[in-house]
């Protein structure tokens, strides 16, 4: 009796389509927060305004990171 055995079917293409959206996210919260501080910095720096527009886009950034990541969160909320 032949014990016959299916082979093992690797990721498909829209498993490495899935993964790399997901590890996408990873950076979306820290690039957010690094631009805000940026803008902030320099714009503080032009108009002499330390530290009030730094403060200003920090929190921007804080809030726009979690929103994109919240965002792109619910496209894979049933993976």
């Given amino acids: 009796m032949m014990s ?27 690039s957010s927060i690094a631009v805000g501080l940026l803008i902030g910095y320099y714009l503080d720096k032009w108009l002499g305004t330390n530290p009030w527009l730094l403060i200003v886009f920090l929190l921007l950034g804080i809030f726009s990171g979690f929103y994109s990541l919240l965002r792109g969160l619910s496209k894979y909320k049933d993976v």
Avoid: R
């Fill in 4 to 30: 016959e055995t299916m082979p093992t079917k690797g990721p498909s293409k829209t498993d490495f389509k899935k993964i790399a959206g997901l590890s996408s996210l990873v950076l979306m919260l820290p």
